[in-house]
């Protein structure tokens, strides 16, 4: 019993040692939004993190159209038209906040329930689109990728829109992230996994772990080493659970880590 106890307690240090604490992250990459900056690197909307993300950068205007289009699960796409459409430049080295907003608003089809008003801007803050963003909205300021960070993570938490007929949206009950990325939060404690459970209902499959009641594929995540702990987490659903995104419960600072890797 003792060798097993020391053994156990050897392999949790080793565990440990492979978590990050979010506020290193923060202090040698400048990251304000670590937890929204994260989740669209483990979505593929925003790559970057954590290596060679630069949250003060300008977002150049056809890297944002490019990244924005992935918030709905498109990618590769030729962007030319589009491109044209708002007359930019597919070299210009920044978008502004203000074009932003109204690119956003087409991509998820939102200019379509706007009615007559002109306005993006009060449209945009009524519908939670600009909260936290940080940026005059209504000028041509270049956009950071901070900033554009803040703006896609407002947009997956609308509520997406679906057509009922010609030139007919109502809203629908999931939000842009769930209706389009097929992408859910949870909560829960990870009661087991392929070697392991506390919660008297037996082990996983290989590459499998049980939250609470629920079973999920491991992903690229490293959440079969969190047996006990209590975690938020994010997990693409079609047809099989599997998760992106997982940290630890954050009741005490120095026990948040974002484990995706």
Known sequence: MKKRIISLLIALSTVITLFVPSAVVHAELGIKNELQVSLMAALNIVPGYPSSYDAEAKVSAKDFVSF?????????MN????????????????IGASTAIKIILDIINYDEIMGNTDNYFNFASQMGLTKNVGVSLNSSEPLTYDQMVMLFWNTLDMKALKLDGINSYSYTDETVMEHYLKIYEGKGVVNANETAAIDGRG??????????????????????????????????????KTLRWIETNKSKKSDRFCLWQ
């Open 203 to 240: 082990t996983t499959g290989i590459g499998v772990v049980r939250i609470d009641s629920e079973e999920y594929f491991v992903g690229n995540t490293i959440t079969e080493h969190l047996i006990g702990s209590n975690v938020k987490f994010y997990y693409h659903d079609d047809n099989e």
């Open 68 to 76: 924005a289009y992935r918030l709905i699960g498109i990618d590769n």
């Open 79 to 94: 962007i030319s038209s589009f491109m044209k459409k708002y007359d930019l430049d597919e070299e210009s080295d920044t």
